[in-house]
Each structure stands twice: as structure tokens, then as C-alpha cells.
């Protein structure tokens, strides 16, 4: 898995396109040793990323609402 490894999140986003999950990200930049302007710059990004992660959850789950009261297709 992924959750603490940053090389393997960044393979499996190339490959399957999976965000890695906030907290998870977050454990990666404090088990990395930064200097402090790094790791403000890499936090201010991080707050960013956390913000769209939401955003983009909020608008999957309303998505996958609409489409879980619809009819299915027949095959």
C-alpha cells in the first residue's frame, strides 16, 4: 500500500489515477525531512490540495447519489 510510501502513491496515481488520501499525504510530508521554507511552501499546497480533495468529494458523492436512484440499463 501506498500510505506511507510517496513513490509508490505516485506510481499507482500514474497508473490507476488514485489520489492518495489527505491524511495519509500529510504522515508522507512529516516523515520527510524538509527545511523549514520547503515545508512551508509543501504545507500551503498541502492546505490546498486538502481543500480541493473535499470539494471533489463532495461532488462525487452528490454525483453517485443522483446515479444510485436511477434505473440500471439493461445488458
Same mark, same amino acid.
Do not use: C, W
Given at each position: /500500500?501506498? $500510505?506511507?510510501?510517496?513513490?509508490?502513491?505516485?506510481?499507482?496515481?500514474?497508473? *490507476?489515477? %488514485? !489520489?492518495? $488520501?489527505?491524511? $495519509? !499525504?500529510?504522515? /508522507?510530508? !512529516? #516523515? &520527510?525531512?524538509?527545511?523549514? &521554507?520547503?515545508? @512551508?511552501?509543501?504545507?500551503? *499546497? +498541502? =492546505?490546498?490540495? @486538502? &481543500?480541493? +480533495?473535499?470539494? !471533489? =468529494?463532495?461532488?462525487?458523492? *452528490?454525483? @453517485?447519489? #443522483? @446515479?444510485? %436512484?436511477?434505473?440500471?440499463?439493461?445488458?
Amino acid at each position: /500500500m501506498y $500510505h506511507y510510501d510517496p513513490s509508490l502513491a505516485l506510481d499507482e496515481l500514474r497508473d *490507476e489515477a %488514485v !489520489l492518495p $488520501h489527505p491524511v $495519509h !499525504l500529510r504522515d /508522507m510530508i !512529516l #516523515r &520527510t525531512k524538509l527545511d523549514a &521554507t520547503a515545508a @512551508l511552501g509543501l504545507n500551503r *499546497e +498541502f =492546505q490546498d490540495y @486538502l &481543500t480541493r +480533495f473535499g470539494e !471533489l =468529494q463532495r461532488i462525487a458523492r *452528490e454525483i @453517485l447519489e #443522483r @446515479l444510485s %436512484v436511477g434505473a440500471r440499463k439493461a445488458s
